[in-house]
């Protein structure tokens, strides 16, 4: 199986990612890839963060490979990580009315 994956490259506390397509059974800390699709520079402007190569994006991911998350979170545009991942507001509301439930039950039931 193939995976689209980061690879570190870079000094230490100077990260820098190569976006490169392996076989899933590779470890993640050689430099053996199938593909180079682009890069990840995560201490740069917002414009130069990330360069990728769409269209070879694309090729892979009908080939069958597989991105893996930290990928698909870079690849996807803002209105869509929300749909896919909504802030979990809702889920908090829904402790907070248990948890404002329970004073109210044991005083009830006094």
Do not use: C
């Not at 890839?33 to 990840?40: H, N, P, V, W």
């Not at 597989?66 to 698909?72: D, F, M, T």
Request: glycine share 4%; hydrophobic share 30%; net charge positive.
């Amino acid at each position: 199986m193939l995976k689209i994956r980061l690879l570190r490259v870079g000094r230490r506390h100077r990260p820098f990612y190569r976006i490169v397509v392996v076989d899933s059974r590779r470890k993640r800390s050689t430099g053996k890839y199938i593909a180079l699709l682009g890069f990840y520079d995560p201490l740069t402007e917002n414009d130069k963060r990330l360069k990728i190569n769409t269209e070879a994006y694309t090729e892979w991911l009908k080939k069958g490979a597989k991105p893996s998350n930290a990928v698909l979170k870079l690849m996807l545009p803002v209105e869509e990580k929300k749909k896919l991942w909504p802030d979990k507001e809702p889920e908090q509301e829904d402790k907070d009315k248990e948890s404002d439930a329970t004073p109210q039950d044991a005083s009830e039931d006094k």
